[in-house]
């Protein structure tokens, strides 16, 4: 593998992406912030959880949408043309996006651990309802990737990411319902069970099934261009 290209496209993407990234991550934690003042008041605590939601899924669908700027600027034949094989170039954008997405995510996931341990008036009980939830917008995410650089269209990649927006609600919902989670959720203590444990490696197993899939696809393309 042409570990110094794949480098320097990884590079590349960060570069692209650095503004977005500090925004995000300002923006994240400031809400974090205001939701830690706001001593657990309902209203606050939904709309911060929608804003973190949103500015996670966000942008990981901003940092996934390279590929498609890509295709649409006519960078990919410049790309392409670089002594890089079909290997090389999914392994430069799937693993530079996704670890720039996984950059913030860890950030922001710390962020909230923190508020839930040294905020007081916040159970701490959530705490394995919100890895599992952040977990859940980290699968999205590299469903979003997948579909970006296998289809290369603007159009899937604004439909994935909405659904995945949409099914997040849905499976919180699904979630909480779960007597092994929902009863523990407003418990002092962080109570991690079996349920907690099956639902992240159910999460995970899609997570590399998807990453794979994307793999699988691209190795079958004779034409990137």
């Not at 606050?44 to 929608?50: N, S």
């Not at 670089?82 to 996006?97: C, D, M, N, Q, R």
């Given at each position: 593998m042409n570990t110094k290209i794949?480098?320097?496209?990884?590079?590349?993407d960060w570069y692209l992406s650095r503004e977005m990234f500090v925004a995000a991550l300002i923006l994240g934690l400031g809400t974090l912030v205001a939701v830690a003042a706001a001593k657990a008041?309902?209203?606050?605590?939904?709309?911060?959880?929608?804003?973190l939601a949103t500015v996670i899924i966000g942008m990981g669908a901003v940092i996934m949408s390279t590929t498609v700027t890509e295709r649409k600027q006519q960078t990919l034949?410049?790309?392409?043309?670089?002594?890089?094989?079909?290997?090389?170039?999914?392994?430069?954008?799937?693993?530079?996006?996704?670890?720039?997405?996984?950059?913030l995510w860890l950030a922001l996931l710390i962020g909230m651990i923190a508020t839930i341990l040294i905020t007081p008036w916040f159970p701490h009980g959530l705490i394995p309802f919100v890895v599992i939830m952040a977990v859940e917008m980290l699968m999205t995410t590299c469903l979003i990737a997948a579909v970006s650089i296998t289809t290369e269209s603007q159009g899937w990649m604004i439909a994935v990411t909405q659904c995945g927006a949409l099914g997040l609600n849905a499976v919180g919902f699904s979630?909480?319902?779960?007597?092994?989670?929902?009863?523990?959720?407003?418990?002092?203590?962080i109570q991690?069970?079996?349920t907690a444990t099956s639902i992240l490696l159910v999460e995970f197993a899609f997570i590399l099934l998807m990453i794979g899939i994307a793999f699988f696809v691209q190795s079958r393309k004779q034409d990137f261009i």
């Open positions: 794949v480098t320097r496209l990884i590079l590349k008041t309902m209203l606050a605590v939904i709309l911060g959880v929608i804003v034949p410049f790309v392409m043309s670089l002594p890089i094989s079909y290997l090389e170039y999914t392994t430069s954008k799937l693993v530079g996006s996704l670890i720039i997405f996984f950059a979630i909480v319902r779960l007597p092994g989670i929902g009863r523990t959720m407003s418990g002092p203590a991690w069970n079996a």
